[in-house]
């Protein structure tokens, strides 16, 4: 994914001659970064999204993309290239040391000295970038390299791997026992453990333990398992999930970080005993102290935790079979009531049960950073590894179109669809330019209602009033008549079912559509009520009372 330039054209030149690697032309290099994350989070492991940009504006363009994937550990192989290294250092075209620009958001960064020291870094960035906790890894080459021959010296025919960190022996013991003799005990998955969803449930199982997950994380155990709760634990998450884990004694956390976002703002009750297993051993213990903490790859922790619990767990049919019944019944009456709302517009609740409906077990759903992120999270469900990818660490708005492109294209056979705010249509959405000229048939579903409305309920909550967060008049139909895609509009329920399935059938064809989705957000979700009020209740009391103060004051006046 990139755009060529004056200091790449030599690598573009060659790729338009290989028979394995396939160019793709993007917009923008931001879009660029996000197709690269999308192919790495809906690829199998050790498949991996490329960048091939220009220095410097190319660089910082496609930044954004970078650190999402930086901070979501995704991994991702940049290459760009680099002023002449063989002139006197001068005012040459893009001079700017672009190892400082991106040494806060990738895992490494070579600037490449010689011919022969090309290949061999490109493949130990792409071991790093696949290595522990994953991300993404930068390689420079200049373009006095590109443009001259050399001496490549001896190739390397394949990259050399690190082995993923076992986990210690006795620590996994520590954790069983300590699960084990749990009364209430609880679990939480993030993406680290995407690809251990059928261990996590049989753990599950033998505990009689509630399952939730993060935001990244929501792919990582199926949400039509009996034990599955829903995203987030705390006040900020869905009664399913606040109700099933209001007792819970000891929790087991898998390849989440405990950041602002599953945590609702840190408002997860997280009990002392906590096991904390992923393989960055920086956030062990870091937000929620852990009693155990096993630094180690979830595909090598979850199977050998399991082993270690089977001896040790007594049957708890009778305790499992109760919290399955009490969940079931928590998530269809707030499924009911989202249903019972009667919306101006298209209610959120029956778009996305109509959209699953329609949508096949493996499909791929990309979502954008907004209001709509969180309406897919509590009424979505998400069924296999690797099916929802959303911005999360970085929660960087433009990612949807360009990730749910870079999807289709790595996954061609593979229903792919996209829920993306207006504001952030306004800032990729040409990028399904890219998935015309390439006949990548997306259904990317625009929740437009004119106005950045996360921020603003975000706003309205505390303040009673919002500033600055009207869009203005969007023109859906326009950008779709730009970019080549089929427009469609949904402006009520009735229509929603009919919509959707004419969306999938163009998008099967191999054309990108843009629905235009009246939506009606009166209704808020509980993460946004919820993290609101967690916030709130940390502040000093006389701040509390100002706020609260100052929300009524505007309440009465209008």
Known sequence: MGIPGVHNTELYDELGLSEKIQPVLVT???GGAFMADAISRTSPVGAIGCLLIVPAAGVTHAMSGIAEAYLDGIPMLVLTGGVRTDLPFGHQLHQIDQQR????????????EDHAGIVPAIFDAYRAAVSGKPGPAAVEIPVNLQLFRGDPGSLPSTPRLDSPPAPDGKLLEEAAELLAGARRPGIFVGWGAV???????QIAELLAAPVATTLQGLSAFPADHPLHTGMGFGPAAVPAAENAFRDVDALLAVGTAFGEIPTGSYGCPVPEALVHVDIDPRVIGRNYPAR??????????????LEELKSRVPDRARLRTDLQTRIAADKEAYQDQWLEHRADGVNPAVFLRELRL???????????DGNHTFLAAELYPVLEPRTFISPTDFNCMGYCVPAAIGAKLVNPARQVAGIVGDGALLMTGMEMLTASSHGTGVALFVFHDGELSQISQGQQIPYNRKTCTVLGDIRVEGIATATGARFLSLENDGQAGAVIAEALKTAEQGRPVLVDVRVDYSRRTRFTQGVVKTVLKRFPPGD???FIGRALWRKLRG
Do not use: C, M, N
């Open 28 to 30: 923008h290099e931001a």
């Open 195 to 201: 690809d251990r969803a059928a261990e996590i449930a």
């Open 358 to 368: 329609q949508l096949e077990r493996d499909a791929i759903l990309a979502v954008d």
């Open 544 to 546: 509390k009372f100002r």
């Open 292 to 305: 155990v903490g096993i630094a180690a790859d979830a595909a090598v922790a979850v199977p050998a935790l």
């Open 101 to 112: 620009l991106l040494a806060g958001v990738t895992k490494s960064f070579r600037r490449v």
